[in-house]
């Protein structure tokens, strides 16, 4: 398991606009700016994100984004599923249903389940704020991953 860019970005997107939360629309532009992302790639990453609802949009004059839920209800692992899909280690485990024909004599099949739930349970237990309360006590305001 390789997270990208995409999956990052996204994460990074998250933890501004939970930053920066003033009950306030936030511009494309002053998120690109601060955490220097593109346009492009921005535009499409919030796309994804607003789709799956974990962000709000508002066209226009002091339009923008902002996070439709409190940064504690977005756990590392909702917004990096979001951009990734599976967070699988091995190919055999990225659908509920193991279709790998070798599953049922397979030795080693355990050893990925297992490391499967652990990264599964580790990402699902990280909010977003918990990356930034870690964040403050640590550094300040000023957040990159």
Same mark, same amino acid.
Request: hydrophobic residues 35%; negative net charge.
């Given at each position: 398991?390789?997270?990208?860019?995409?999956?990052?970005?996204?994460?990074?997107?998250?933890?501004?606009?939970?930053?920066?939360?003033?009950?306030?629309?936030?511009?494309?532009?002053?998120?690109?700016?601060?955490?220097?992302?593109?346009?492009? &790639?921005?535009?499409?990453?919030? @796309?994804?994100?607003? %789709?799956? $609802?974990? =962000? !709000?949009? #508002?066209?226009?004059?002091?339009?923008? &984004?902002?996070?439709?839920?409190? @940064?504690?209800?977005? %756990?590392? $692992?909702? =917004? !990096?599923? #979001?951009?990734?899909?599976?967070?699988?280690?091995?190919?055999?485990?990225?659908?509920?249903?193991? %279709?790998?024909?070798?599953?049922?004599?397979?030795?080693?099949?355990?050893?990925?389940?297992?490391?499967?739930?652990?990264?599964?349970?580790?990402?699902?237990?990280?909010?977003?704020?918990?990356?930034?309360?870690?964040?403050?006590?640590?550094?300040?305001?000023?957040?990159?991953?």
């Amino acid at each position: 398991m390789k997270i990208s860019t995409k999956g990052r970005y996204a994460l990074r997107i998250m933890i501004d606009l939970a930053q920066h939360n003033k009950d306030e629309f936030i511009s494309l532009k002053s998120i690109s700016e601060r955490q220097e992302i593109s346009m492009k &790639y921005l535009e499409m990453i919030v @796309a994804s994100l607003h %789709t799956a $609802g974990f =962000v !709000l949009s #508002l066209r226009g004059k002091g339009g923008g &984004y902002k996070l439709a839920k409190p @940064a504690d209800a977005y %756990t590392v $692992g909702s =917004v !990096l599923k #979001l951009t990734e899909g599976s967070l699988s280690p091995v190919a055999c485990l990225e659908n509920p249903n193991n %279709t790998c024909n070798r599953a049922d004599g397979c030795i080693s099949l355990p050893l990925w389940q297992k490391l499967d739930k652990m990264i599964d349970d580790y990402f699902e237990s990280v909010t977003v704020q918990d990356l930034l309360d870690q964040h403050h006590q640590v550094v300040g305001d000023d957040y990159n991953i």
